[in-house]
């Protein structure tokens, strides 16, 4: 029989170092944030090997006073708090105490400091946690750090480290994510005597910005400035246009630390929803401050993830934010429309076009037989034609000296291309729409909004389905009743681990209603609230609504496409179809002048 016995501290030391100590990046991370935390507004960081044998960080900052060199490489030993209560609203990057001690226990460290009031600078030198010396030393004012050797006394843990490539990569990109969330900081970063990556101190967080996303990022950014209570939430989000394969460029901040967070992603997630080609991934740099008692982030030993007092609040907050940001996007339509461009009419209905029967589904929305025509809207609202200026009119519009233009922001149609493009000029050039991609679009933000308009019809099923859900979910059931019916649900629990469905939302008859329950109720449990029903209910609109929209080849009229062009330009999210897919790319004439040599 084993017994249980007290590890040695070297020992112990190691295993605590796991937490916190990685890869080299994660040195790089811990000690470039001690440098933030100091002031520094310079930081160089010189690797070798990837940061396998020998790393450095060096700043201009505040230093470290002689007395406290040695503490400062003790476990829970820092400067950042002193009691219990000050982790209530931490304002520092670091505050564990952890980060040189656990270097200090897989590698050898040196650090040499020189505050600004002492007489001189001292280093000292720490090899498998014992002291080796504590020497004056000659620098000038600020800290360098030096890390050699890295896992030489855990040579299991040193085994799994990627290649040098990959460490180092890992370095930069660790270095970037500190660098975008602090641009009054100049950085720099060299591998075996070659510059890698250097950043001044920016003069605008644009600048910072662009440089580590790109200038491309810049020229398609939309920014995002809302503040609701004490919560504010700033910085730049990607056009749909303008994604990735992978959520790779994505930063963000709370109260100026990078958090990896899963209910910012699906804050981020659902303001994207309906506007961003499928798999694709947004490019954003997000800063939220709020109340630091309003956020807990001592949770994880890296500091990389935080927990909310109101994790609602802030989930909604964030994707209100965003959401309205990305529909006020300057290459949106909707944005420039005037008011002299906005007609109503009532809908008239040409016997002329006929683009089929309406979808079963849709008389799943609760529709009146007269109004289920509106599946259609090419038979009406869609494409009615503008109606024609009379002669005094006409003549009265030449001779209007105010207005320099009369051309609509998605200009007038000229012709049409291959049965698959609108051609339009408007004040800058030329306009090409997808005309089925732009159809798409109007017809299913119109379903969306009557949909919207009314109560959410619900089908009460013949004989009532017993799910198996487990004791858990069942408990959610039970608890959560009335928010399942808010979303169209009526379930009861009937038994330990089971439950009865016995209404569902009318739309989604034919789905598979025991994952969408089960959908909605991991939803409940982990954001508070749910909005599967909505998702599939919005896809099967989305569906309607490209199986209704023109098809590739269709002749259209001049009139059919001006209505077509006048209809985008009051239609939210008109910029995208209903895949993520651009529904219109301009070409300025200044770009044509300079494609054709004119004016050379």
């Not at 002689?66 to 400067?79: G, I, Q």
């Not at 303001?271 to 954003?284: E, S």
């Not at 089929?356 to 009406?380: E, Y």
Request: charged share 25%.
């Amino acid at each position: 029989m084993s017994r249980i016995h007290r590890l040695d501290q070297v020992v112990a030391d190691q295993i605590a170092a796991g937490e916190v100590i990685e890869r080299p990046a994660s040195i790089v991370k811990e000690l470039v944030e001690n440098s933030l935390d100091a002031d520094a507004t310079l930081i160089d960081v010189t690797v070798e090997e990837g940061g396998v044998r020998k790393i450095v960080v060096s700043d201009n900052g505040n230093g470290i006073a002689k007395e406290d060199l040695p503490l400062a490489v003790e476990r829970h030993a820092t400067s950042k708090i002193r009691d219990a209560k000050d982790l209530e609203q931490v304002i520092t990057l670091g505050f564990r105490g952890e980060a040189l001690a656990s270097v200090a226990a897989v590698a050898k460290l040196e650090i040499c400091s020189y505050p600004q009031d002492a007489s001189n600078a001292w280093t000292l030198r720490i090899e498998g946690g014992k002291e080796v010396h504590f020497n004056p030393a000659g620098r000038a004012v600020g800290t360098t750090v030096e890390v050699s050797d890295l896992f030489y006394n855990t040579p299991a843990r040193r085994r799994f480290l990627k290649t040098t490539r990959t460490e180092l990569n890992r370095i930069t990109e660790i270095t970037r994510v500190l660098a975008l969330g602090n641009p009054l900081c100049g950085f720099s970063v060299r591998n075996n005597g070659r510059e890698l990556e250097r950043m001044g101190a920016a003069r605008t967080s644009d600048e910072r910005v662009g440089h580590v996303l790109g200038q491309d990022f810049n020229n398609e950014a939309i920014r995002v400035d809302m503040s609701r209570n004490e919560l504010r939430l700033w910085g730049w989000v990607g056009s749909p246009n303008f994604t990735r394969s992978n959520s790779g460029r994505q930063f963000f901040y709370v109260n100026g630390r990078s958090v990896q967070d899963h209910l910012i992603a699906h804050a981020v997630k659902q303001a994207y929803k309906d506007i961003m080609f499928h798999g694709r991934h947004p490019v954003f740099a997000l800063f939220l401050e709020l109340d630091p008692t309003d956020v807990d982030v001592n949770v994880h030993p890296t500091k990389s993830e935080v927990r909310y007092r109101n994790s609602r609040t802030v989930h909604d907050f964030i994707m209100s934010a965003i959401y309205h940001s990305l529909r006020s996007d300057p290459t949106d339509p909707k944005r420039h429309v005037e008011s002299e461009f906005v007609t109503t009419r009532d809908p008239v209905v040409h016997s002329s076009i006929n683009l089929g029967s309406v979808p079963p589904a849709q008389r799943s929305l609760g529709l009146s037989d007269s109004s289920q025509a509106r599946t259609q809207w090419w038979l009406s609202e869609a494409l009615q034609p503008e109606p024609q200026l009379s002669a005094e009119a006409s003549h009265q519009t030449e001779m209007d000296d105010v207005a320099e233009s009369v051309l609509p922001p998605l200009g007038t149609a000229i012709g049409q291309l291959k049965g698959a493009y609108i051609l339009a000029e408007n004040d800058d050039g030329l306009v090409v729409v997808d005309m089925h991609a732009a159809h798409e679009r109007v017809l299913y933000e119109e379903m969306k909004a009557h949909r919207g308009r009314n109560e959410l019809a619900r089908q009460r099923l013949l004989i009532p389905e017993t799910l198996d859900v487990g004791v858990q979910d069942a408990e959610l059931v039970e608890e959560l009743a009335d928010e399942l019916v808010n979303v169209g649900l009526v379930v009861e629990r009937s038994g330990p681990t089971t439950v009865k469905l016995r209404e569902i939302p009318a739309l989604l008859a034919t789905s598979d209603m025991q994952t969408l329950l089960r959908d909605v109720l991991d939803d409940l449990r982990e954001h508070g609230q749910s909005d599967a029903v909505t998702t599939r209910e919005h896809q099967i609109l989305a569906t309607m609504a490209c199986h209704n929209a023109i098809r590739f080849n269709r002749r259209l009229t001049l009139d059919e496409m001006n209505a077509l062009l006048r209809k985008m330009e009051v239609t939210e999210n008109a910029g995208q179809c209903n895949h993520g897919r651009p529904t219109f790319k301009t070409q300025s004439l200044k770009d044509l002048d300079r494609k054709f040599l004119r004016g050379q």
